[in-house]
């Protein structure tokens, strides 16, 4: 069975330092996705990115990017200069096979302080 | 953003009651998707549908029931509420598109059983 690990609960740092959050996804399928959402304080969820398991090109999007490793199955999203507004809980999701039914981690917090 | 729109947004209702949730969306996805959030669970997955009438339970299905009688709209009946039952719902829909796999949230419903 598929199983998604965020093995960190809670980060914190303080504003201008570089964090990363980790996400391993053990699978045994040979062709997946991984997405990853932020849950600010307000409650939503918004989509941050999507990779699938051919791209294994690290992205970059401003302060954001994430650095995908298929041999360690793992999907590491790494915030620069962070910011206060970046406090939230950050999910990695895989959708197994045949992408449905995102199946979420347990989340990592991270608190920005001033 | 996709066109997912979920109501009522806040409900306070009695244990014994029956509730309703619905989740409707503009963009003519397949799937569609109930989840429940609570603290230290992250997001569980309660039930989805792969089209019109056809349904299929999640993990933490056990006092829910859904129907799809039209592809835009998927609705969540708690049978008889309970306080355990009191929770944060998410509807979601996905589908292929012309950008690849997509995975949508809604605003959430926090729904609370007194």
């Known amino acids: 069975a598929q199983k998604v690990t965020q093995a960190q609960t809670e980060i914190s740092v303080v504003e201008k330092e570089d964090v990363t959050l980790d996400c391993v996804y053990e699978?045994?399928?040979?062709?997946?996705?991984l997405f990853w959402y932020k849950q600010p304080p307000s409650g939503e969820l918004v989509f941050l990115i999507r990779?699938?398991?051919?791209?294994?090109q690290n992205e970059i999007s401003g302060r954001y990017s994430w650095n995908f490793q298929k041999s360690t199955s793992s999907f590491n999203f790494t915030i620069t200069a962070s910011q206060v507004v970046d406090s939230a809980v950050y999910f990695c999701?895989?959708?197994?096979?045949?992408?449905?039914?995102?199946?979420f981690g347990t989340g990592t917090r991270l608190l920005v302080s001033p | 953003d996709a066109g997912i729109t979920q109501s009522p947004r806040h409900k306070v209702t009695e244990t014994g009651t029956p509730v309703t949730l619905r989740c409707h969306q503009t963009?003519?996805?397949?799937?569609m998707y109930w989840y429940r959030q609570d603290p230290g669970h992250g997001l569980r997955l309660i039930h989805y549908?792969?089209?019109?009438?056809?349904?299929d339970k999640g993990e933490v299905s056990d006092g829910y029931s859904v129907s799809r009688s039209k592809t835009e709209d998927f609705l969540l009946t708690l049978e008889s509420a309970t306080s355990s039952q009191t929770s944060v719902y998410f509807c979601?829909?996905?589908?292929?598109?012309?950008?690849?796999?997509?995975?949508?949230f809604g605003s959430g419903t926090r729904l609370t059983v007194v």
């Open positions: 979601a829909i996905s589908d292929w598109t012309g950008e690849g796999y997509g995975y949508t």
């Open positions: 699978t045994r399928d040979t062709t997946y996705y």
């Open positions: 990779r699938n398991s051919f791209d294994e």
């Open positions: 999701a895989p959708p197994p096979w045949p992408f449905q039914k995102l199946v």
């Open positions: 963009e003519n996805h397949r799937y």
């Open positions: 549908s792969y089209g019109v009438k056809d349904t």
